[in-house]
């Protein structure tokens, strides 16, 4: 998986808590990416950052916030947890913005 | 309408066969395609990589990008049962806009 962890790999959590999912890389690259997967929907670009405290909205950042103080390490947070947010989380990271992602594990985030 | 189309399967083949697997896109500026193999409960792998139309090989597999029917393929030589994955395709405009991928589709190949 390209030197990027993901964590936690699953959780269970109910609607209304705050969750912060956590990835972080060894290769030192400058993009990361948050996506979710669902049936029927495929990969959705949430949220990514092309540097330290640099961040952007992707297509469906609505509920989630981002953060990055350091470049080997992306966070992502669901303030308030919803049902709609039960997904598998991947993160990604490139070297230039977009082409060749890589991707992590995944998290797979249940929302009760 | 989804900019990158792709049919779901299943499609199921004989350990040995030749797999065609498709998309089609509608964003006639996308440049980059890609190609990833994604194993249950495993996060995307990169496979193939290519910039504007033409095929690309690496080892057993090919892919082709046809911008003029805006028709993306990979073709996978001598089937393994290990290929046995979903396939998901992505797009993309240039390096400042986002990927776009295709929902995927899954491949079972039979001993």
């Known amino acids: 998986d390209a030197g990027i962890t993901q964590s936690p790999r699953h959780k269970v959590t109910e609607t209304g808590t705050p969750v912060t999912l956590r990835c972080h890389q060894t290769e030192n690259h400058r993009y990361m990416y948050w996506y979710r997967q669902d049936p029927g929907h495929g990969l959705r670009l949430i949220h990514y950052s092309y540097g330290v405290k640099d961040t952007d909205k992707g297509e469906v950042s609505d509920g989630y916030s981002v953060s990055r103080s350091k470049t080997e390490d992306f966070l992502l947070t669901l303030e308030s947890a919803t049902s709609s947010q039960t997904s598998v989380y991947f993160c990604a990271i490139s070297e230039e913005q977009g082409t060749k992602q890589y991707f992590g594990p995944g998290t797979r985030l249940t929302v009760t | 309408q989804k900019e990158v189309e792709q049919d779901p399967g299943p499609l199921s083949v004989p350990e040995g066969a030749i797999v065609s697997l498709n998309c089609t896109y509608s964003n006639s500026a996308f440049q980059y395609f890609m190609w990833y193999r994604q194993y249950s409960r495993k996060g995307p792998e990169l496979l193939m990589y290519?910039?504007?139309?033409g095929n690309k090989e690496d080892g057993r597999f090919t892919a082709q990008v046809d911008k003029s029917s805006k028709y993306i393929s990979l073709f996978i030589r001598d089937s393994q049962p290990s290929d046995s994955a979903t396939y998901l395709c992505?797009?993309?405009?240039?390096?400042?806009?986002?990927?776009?991928f295709g929902k995927g589709t899954r491949l079972s190949v039979i001993a």
């Open positions: 992505a797009s993309q405009e240039s390096g400042n806009t986002p990927l776009v």
């Open positions: 290519t910039y504007s139309s």
